[in-house]
């Protein structure tokens, strides 16, 4: 499955922005699906992970509250829905996806080793 995120762009802090994942090749409706960031100069961060069904959704500390993942199968699309942004939410974001069928550990989400595709990133970048 490729997968291209998008929506990024220049906000300034307490502003919101909307990602979106557009997959193609394959139908996500059966594999779960997740948000990464790296920051300049900083290592990855896990965002959050969503399930193929959407029930179970995962968010790494740095999202909890501000930031809630959604998919529409129908679309073959995944979205973040990020508010209250603040200047250290600056990173390049990635949306990723297993290749198959299945639950997916939070331990494996959270380390990105559960996760076999990755997209290019899109840019957000937060002013003060």
């Known amino acids: 499955v490729q997968l291209q995120a998008s929506g990024g762009g220049l906000v300034q802090a307490g502003g919101s922005l909307r990602l979106s994942c557009a997959a193609s090749?394959?139908?996500?409706?059966?594999?779960?699906m997740g948000w990464f960031r790296r920051p300049p100069g900083k290592e990855r961060e896990f965002v959050g992970a969503i399930s193929w069904t959407g029930g179970r959704i995962t968010y790494g500390d740095l999202a909890k509250g501000r930031f809630a993942i959604s998919r529409d199968n129908a679309k073959n699309t995944m979205y973040l829905q990020m508010n209250s942004l603040k200047v250290e939410d600056t990173a390049l974001y990635y949306c990723?996806?297993?290749?198959?069928?299945?639950?997916?550990?939070?331990?494996?989400?959270?380390?990105?080793?559960?996760?076999?595709?990755w997209g290019q990133g899109t840019l957000v970048t937060v002013s003060s």
């Open positions: 090749g394959r139908s996500v409706s059966s594999i779960n």
């Open positions: 990723v996806a297993t290749a198959s069928t299945g639950s997916l550990s939070t331990a494996s989400a959270m380390s990105g080793k559960g996760f076999d595709n």
